[in-house]
């Protein structure tokens, strides 16, 4: 399985819920599987995905999901200390996990070689972090998200490989204002 | 504990009710403040790259974030201050301990000191510079002012203003 096809089986459940995507391809490929306000598209700044989504969930009572890469969870590592120790219950980390920088023409990350992101975040301070497949990773994210009481961390390990698709055609300010509007609380927009 | 007092009363007053920080000694007294306060969240983060990111999501979350850090932060965080607050016009207040300025007692700091504005500047990001306890009461307007153009901004306290606090 690669991402597309990841991304394609896990719609049902993105949505009724927040997601903040990571940028470049992964954004790409999930805007033009099915392109929804209630999704947060990243333009910028690489490896930053699990710390919107955290700085959401902190601030809204939804579900929050933010869907990560090996690469980008590599650039920003410590974020797996502060999910660790601070994600609320409605947060969820879906880290997509090829072994490869995805969007810079699939060079292998260091998840190919020696570095286990499973070991990882657990050490970082994450409980309930699962370690799945590319199948298995829809009903993970389910228990993930009917679980009120817990915040989960899950790896899914997949094929590396992009499908072809084009850069995301709308501006920030409309990614962002949408992306509010769906959140409810403001007033300017309504 | 005045000073910080203060400044965080300014802060709240302004709008800012999410608050990180990346600890410097200088602002101390402020999170001890913070830690302490049921109104608003919270926390120490390791890094500000990351930070700027969580402030991100707590502003879509209808927050005024505020990030407290040392200058040398703002070296960590260009990137994400740039392609990601700037992109999407996000407001965020920096509150900045500006070492290597007159009264600090680590030299190494003077590097960062000295180019701290030009890189705030050149990012375009407006500064409220705290060189005494009068421009205190700037605080307030200057966080607010981070809603209205929706992009954020830069409040630099200077070593001497808070060395004593
Ligand atoms: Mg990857």
Redesign the interface.
């Known amino acids: 399985m690669n991402r597309f096809e990841l991304l394609k089986s896990l719609q049902p459940m993105l949505q009724d819920n927040l997601i903040v995507c990571n940028i470049g391809i992964p954004s790409q490929e999930l805007y033009h599987i099915n392109d929804q306000p209630n999704y947060f598209y990243m333009l910028g700044s690489m490896g930053l995905a699990s710390s919107i989504g955290l700085g959401l969930s902190l601030s809204v009572d939804k579900n929050v999901i933010s869907i990560d890469g090996d690469g980008s969870v590599l650039m920003n590592m410590n974020t797996l200390a502060t999910v660790g120790n601070r994600a609320p219950n409605n947060y969820t980390l879906l880290i997509i996990d090829n072994s490869s920088y995805g969007s810079t023409g699939d060079q292998k990350t260091f998840t190919d070689e020696k570095t286990n992101l499973k070991e990882v975040a657990i050490g970082a301070g994450c409980r309930n972090v699962i370690e799945c497949n590319g199948s298995d990773t829809p009903s993970n994210l389910e228990k993930a998200l009917g679980d009120k009481n817990n915040s989960y961390v899950i790896i899914s390990k997949i094929n590396s490989g992009n499908v072809a698709v084009k850069p995301i055609p709308i501006n920030p300010i409309t990614i962002r204002d949408r992306f509010r509007k769906i959140i409810g609380k403001v007033d300017y927009l309504k | 504990m005045r000073i910080s007092k203060t400044i965080i009363s300014y802060l709240k007053k302004g709008g800012a009710d999410?608050f990180l920080s990346v600890p410097c000694k200088l602002l101390a007294n402020m999170i001890a403040i913070l830690e302490n306060d049921k109104d608003v969240?919270y926390?120490a983060?390791?890094?500000e790259?990351?930070?700027?990111?969580?402030?991100?999501?707590?502003?879509?979350?209808?927050?005024l974030?505020c990030i407290m850090m040392q200058n040398s932060g703002i070296g960590n965080a260009v990137?994400?201050i740039?392609?990601?607050l700037q992109?999407?016009?996000?407001p965020v207040v920096f509150l900045i301990s500006y070492r290597g300025t007159p009264g600090e007692l680590v030299g190494a700091q003077a590097g960062m000191a000295k180019v701290t504005k030009e890189i705030l500047q050149t990012l375009r990001i407006p500064m409220l510079h705290c060189s005494s306890e009068k421009d205190l009461d700037k605080i307030s307007t200057f966080t607010a002012y981070a809603k209205v153009i929706e992009n954020p901004v830069a409040i630099l306290c200077d070593f001497n203003l808070m060395k004593e606090d």
């Open positions: 999410f969240f926390s983060i390791p890094r790259e990351e930070g700027m990111g969580i402030c991100a999501g707590a502003y879509l979350g209808n927050k974030p990137n994400s740039v392609s990601l992109l999407y016009q996000m």
